[in-house]
């Protein structure tokens, strides 16, 4: 099992930038998909970065080109960062893993992974 930590969220205006962190402590010698969601009031869970074990990333079509992540296997450490933010892009946002399919990110479905952090709450104010 992992253990997820999620930090870095804040208020920030549109136009600013965030890096949120996510730290994963426990089993961390297997692989596993990482992801990025996030949800907002109202609205479903929405898949904002997903992060295979071989550094394939794909991201969600209302953040491609202004977010980007990346995992320092050094520290245990997923970022996310956020650039030219949006107020649409206010969320709650949640690192995930999971260890199926090897690592490999193969559904960017919320029920493919098994493990949450508290998640960080993002807001951008206009």
């Known amino acids: 099992q992992v253990q997820l930590m999620e930090s870095g969220g804040g208020s920030v205006q549109a136009g600013g930038n965030l890096t949120l962190a996510c730290a994963i402590s426990?089993?961390?010698?297997?692989?596993?998909?990482m992801a990025w969601f996030r949800r907002a009031p109202g609205k479903e869970r929405e898949v904002t970065a997903l992060i295979s074990s071989d550094g394939n990333t794909i991201y969600g079509d209302s953040v491609k080109g202004r977010f980007t992540s990346a995992k320092e296997n050094a520290k245990n450490t997923l970022y996310l960062q956020m650039n030219s933010l949006k107020p649409e892009d206010t969320a709650m946002y949640h690192c995930?893993?999971?260890?199926?399919?090897?690592?490999?990110?193969?559904?960017?479905?919320?029920?493919?992974?098994?493990?949450w952090g508290e998640g960080t709450q993002v807001t951008v104010s206009s």
């Open positions: 995930a893993a999971s260890r199926r399919s090897g690592g490999h990110c193969v559904s960017s479905s919320q029920h493919f992974f098994d493990y």
């Open positions: 426990g089993d961390t010698h297997n692989t596993y998909c």
